[in-house]
T-cell receptor, first 115, second 113 residues
């Protein structure tokens, strides 16, 4: 299995532009998570899905952020409009089911720089 | 609210020396606790986890962790560190329904040759 695949690996954009991050979870996994990592705030859970349904989006910073999971093999995290403070590494992770304590499999992340 | 605290931001050890990384949790019941490792430019990888039962948990890469309820701790240990263990280590706890994890701030491990 190729693991969790994120694209792009790096994204540089200008303030005000729309940014879309993509994630393909491991086949057969039912849960998908979006995390953001910064030096100041560490790893923060933004949102997670179970069976393509958003379960908890309390970590989404504001209305500029939105996430979708149209099917079991694809998810997007969109920022519109982007701001310099959105610069971070964004990780997608998946797990086989929705049970507590299951192992998360992380992608390699997308390094986002907003100028 | 449930949380984990990693009091050490940076730790440096010599190769071959023993290692202990600290993690304290705040949770009323028995928590689901984890240790993950992040190598530079990579995502996180699970080292080990604790749910219940034996308080000494064995993980991958020769790591182990001990759950101590009396001290609210879940410290990660390794008897002999290798240079390839240099990475950032995160303690985490399940804090919500399903598999919602909250991570600590991480401990950056440097290994001196």
């Amino acid at each position: 299995d190729a693991g969790v695949i994120q694209s792009p690996r790096h994204e540089v954009t200008e303030m005000g532009q729309e940014v879309t991050l993509r994630c393909k979870p491991i086949s057969g996994h039912n849960s998908l998570f979006w995390y953001r990592q910064t030096m100041m705030r560490g790893l923060e859970l933004l949102i997670y899905f179970n069976n393509n349904v958003p379960i908890d989006d309390s970590g989404m910073p504001e209305d500029r952020f939105s996430a979708k999971m149209p099917n079991a093999s694809f998810s997007t995290l969109k920022i519109q409009p982007s701001e310099p403070r959105d610069s971070a590494v964004y990780f997608c992770a998946s797990s086989p089911g929705g049970g507590a304590g299951e192992k998360l499999f992380f992608g390699s992340g997308t390094q986002l720089s907003v100028l | 609210a449930q949380s984990v605290t990693q009091p050490d931001i940076h730790i440096t050890v010599s190769e071959g020396a023993s290692l202990e990384l600290r993690c304290n949790y705040s949770y009323g019941a028995t928590p689901y606790l984890f240790w993950y490792v992040q190598s530079p430019g990579q995502g996180l990888q699970l080292l080990l986890k604790y749910f219940s039962g034996d308080t000494l948990v064995q993980g991958i890469k020769g790591f182990e962790a001990e759950f101590k309820r009396s001290q609210s701790s879940f410290n990660l240990r390794k008897p002999s560190v290798h240079w390839s263990d240099a990475a950032e280590y995160f303690c985490a706890v399940v804090t919500g329904g399903g598999n919602k994890l909250t991570f600590g701030t991480g401990t950056q491990l440097k290994v001196e040759l």
